[in-house]
């Protein structure tokens, strides 16, 4: 029989597997072409990333230049803490450093100072003929690098010269010239022993004094040390695992192009490859990314192939079974006789009946028992009628339980009385709440939990039953999600909100040092101090003390006040005060621990006293009263007290040299009366004043005879 019937079965058959066969070729010209994108977009991938590094190792740079202009005081340790958030966010730094400009005359000075602030032994270097560090040769300008974090490792830059080497003395200059960053070619790094591939990025820091006709001048350089494999480990780590080749080169000069990078992966595949060139400071780098024979072997689409192969087996399997079936289907006819068709045909037909019944009946049950969302089926009088694993899992009820109880075991509170209520007010009138509409309200677990979920409810009819159908489902943790976002923004303006006042902050205090440095006595410096004082602690009180030649030693005076100083005694020894006693800030805040001072009242809840110390010497002492806030905003009204500290003591201890140096020159050092120099400053002071005045001067010289013998006889002190 399969013989007779091979022609109109097997012709179909082969239809069939060319058709396979065409799909077959489809596949592969399908993941070449797959193969082909996912290059593009991994390539793609890498510049983007690539682009944005760049950018974030430029913008660390110009973060450290800032805040190099920002506070011209500044020690190794304030440094490093500032940019090491800087560091750690660009992994391809492997150094910032603060490069001061000394100019010939200042070296000297400048190395010693540097020794005396605990660089060891100091000097400005240079490289010398066979690649050592030598004493840098004479010139009218030296960088040599300052403060560098981390030192660790990089210590043997400490000293270096920038400027004595042509390749970074070239973007040096040009950084100067520009006022923007500037980037060197591949440089060898003086603390590294081992040859590796590297860039500086220099960028200018401006420092001056506009009120006095001197602009802004360059001080230094903010210099980030870029180690190229660092950078490129940071870019693509994974992409190169896997096959990916990198070359990195910089094309600033087009006629020499100089190798930065190149990844040690087999040789490129030809057709996969992609070139890129970057703008990095005023330099070009272009970065060629190829595909080598592994990326390309790597299978990634083989569901495609699987789907292929089993739809060939799974067709030859219904040709064949197509030719043992018609074979079955005619010999069944011949011998089936034609008095047995009708008979055949009911029984079809019943057969048919009853497997729509069954397999409506199962996909119901199916649908039922395997939905997600709870369902909750209850007739007229709220007494529960279905109820599926879903609602099972929802509420802890097993169906067996709840079904034949009312609806309401499922509610909580008000909703569990007026349930029924809500009911017979529906059969009422014939208004629906809820019914076609949904909403969220709350469910109550089998063990007393009070849950949110959505409840959507319609009406259904069956065999003239009234039910209702309740689609539940628990969002409980879409609810907490909503909290934990809320939560998460209003962190995030409280940031905001701290950053833009520490912003304030910092702007006020470059004011305030200014306007310090610029008095001309002790009255001026304390309206400045008592100004900045209300202004950065509103609503504060505390006093500035310093010490007076009138007074006893050791004992200071108040010289400004601002808000409320009852508490703080106008006067204050030095033996009464913890912060001068330690020569460090002393705080008051937890009365069982802390120790109070003696000038501090008890009606002071909490202060802080910041002594002014020059060479071991303290000569003032700045109190402040605090309220009682938390420790995040304490610690921070602390660092900008400090902060402000260190200006007011250093513009004192200026006008305190500049009083001693005046009184130096008018005075006599041996008997201190005023000398001539005192003399003739006056009267042409006077002289000016009666001339504006239009008004006359008198001027009376008396001379004491034999004064000079008094001297020798009775001493200087009697005369």
């Known amino acids: 029989l399969w013989r007779a019937r091979l022609g109109t079965v097997a012709l179909p058959t082969a239809v069939m597997l060319v058709v396979g066969l065409g799909l077959l070729q489809f596949a592969i010209y399908t993941e070449k072409g797959q193969r082909t994108q996912h290059f593009a977009e991994a390539s793609e991938a890498i510049e983007h990333t690539a682009e944005h590094l760049l950018q974030s190792h430029l913008d660390a740079v110009l973060s450290t230049r800032r805040f190099l202009e920002a506070n011209p005081w500044l020690d190794r340790a304030r440094f490093g803490h500032f940019v090491r958030h800087l560091l750690e966010a660009n992994p391809g730094l492997q150094a910032l450093e603060w490069v001061p400009k000394v100019g010939h005359a200042e070296r000297t000075r400048f190395e010693q100072r540097a020794r005396d602030e605990g660089a060891g032994d100091f000097i400005i270097s240079e490289r010398g003929r066979d690649g050592a560090l030598v004493s840098a040769a004479s010139r009218e300008a030296y960088y040599p690098v300052y403060f560098v974090e981390p030192y660790v490792g990089n210590q043997a830059a400490v000293g270096f010269d920038v400027a004595s080497e042509a390749v970074r003395r070239a973007a040096v200059r040009h950084a100067e010239r520009s006022g923007t960053p500037a980037v060197t070619a591949p440089v060898q790094l003086v603390q590294m022993t081992v040859a590796q591939s590297a860039v500086l990025v220099v960028a200018p820091v401006y420092r001056g004094d506009t009120r006095r006709g001197v602009g802004p001048a360059v001080s230094g350089l903010a210099l980030g040390v870029v180690s190229v494999p660092r950078l490129i480990g940071a870019l693509a780590p994974d992409v190169l695992a896997r096959g990916m080749h990198l070359t990195l080169e910089d094309i600033t000069d087009a006629a020499e192009p100089q190798r930065l990078y190149a990844s040690a992966a087999a040789p490129a595949m030809a057709g996969y490859q ?34 292929m192969g089993g739809g ?204 310090l440095m610029a008095c001309n006595d002790r009255e001026e410096a304390a309206e400045v101090v008592r100004s900045a004082m209300e202004k950065l602690f509103p609503g504060l009180g505390g006093m500035l003390a310093v010490t007076s030649e009138e007074k006893a030693r050791g004992e200071l005076r108040q010289l400004a006040i601002w808000g409320d100083v009852s508490g703080l005694a106008p006067q204050v020894r030095e033996k009464e005060c913890w912060a001068i006693r330690q020569g460090r800030p002393h705080e008051f805040r937890h009365h069982d621990v802390d120790l109070r001072c003696k000038h501090v009242g008890a009606s002071v809840g909490a202060c802080i006293c910041v002594p002014l110390v020059v060479q071991g010497n303290a000569h003032g002492l700045i109190s402040l009263n605090l309220p009682d806030v938390d420790d995040a905003a304490w610690i921070e009204q602390r660092r900008l007290l400090e902060t402000l500290s260190e200006s007011i003591n250093l513009s004192l201890s200026n006008l305190a040299l500049r009083e001693m140096l005046r009184d130096q020159v008018i005075r006599d050092p041996l008997t201190r009366l005023y000398n001539r120099r005192y003399m003739e400053e006056t009267l042409q002071r006077e002289v000016r004043r009666a001339g504006r005045s239009q008004g006359s001067l008198g001027c009376a010289i008396v001379d004491l005879d034999y004064f000079k013998r008094i001297n020798d006889q009775h001493g200087h002190d009697v005369g």
């Open 274 to 307: 992609n070139a890129f060139v970057f703008e990095f400071g005023q330099r070009r780098w272009r970065m060629v990314v190829a595909a080598t024979a592994a990326f390309l072997d790597t299978p990634r689409f083989p569901a495609l192939w699987v789907t």
């Open 312 to 515: 060939v087996a799974l067709l030859a399997l219904l040709q064949g079974f197509l030719l043992m079936m018609t074979g079955q289907r005619e010999e069944v006819a011949r011998e089936v006789a034609a008095g047995t068709a009708l008979l055949k045909a009911e029984v079809e037909e019943r057969r048919r009946v009853e497997e729509v019944v069954r397999t409506s009946e199962a996909r119901m049950r199916g649908v039922f028992d395997t939905v997600l969302d709870g369902i909750v089926i209850i007739d007229r009088a709220g007494i529960i009628d279905a109820f599926n694993p879903a609602a099972e899992r929802i509420f802890g009820w097993r169906a067996d339980e709840v079904i034949g109880r009312n609806v309401n075991i499922l509610m909580p509170e008000p909703y569990h009385s007026a349930h029924d209520g809500y009911l017979a007010h529906f059969h009422n009138t014939g208004e629906k709440r809820v019914i076609g509409a949904g909403r969220t309200v709350e469910g109550k677990h089998r063990y007393g939990q009070v849950f949110p979920l959505d409840l959507a409810v319609s009406e259904l009819v069956l065999d003239d039953r009234r039910m209702f159908v309740g689609v539940v489902r628990d969002v409980s943790d879409r609810v907490a999600s909503a909290a934990q976002v809320e939560e998460i923004n209003a962190r995030l303006r409280q940031l905001v909100t701290t950053l833009e006042r520490r912003d304030r902050a910092l702007t006020a205090l470059a004011r305030i040092n200014e306007q």
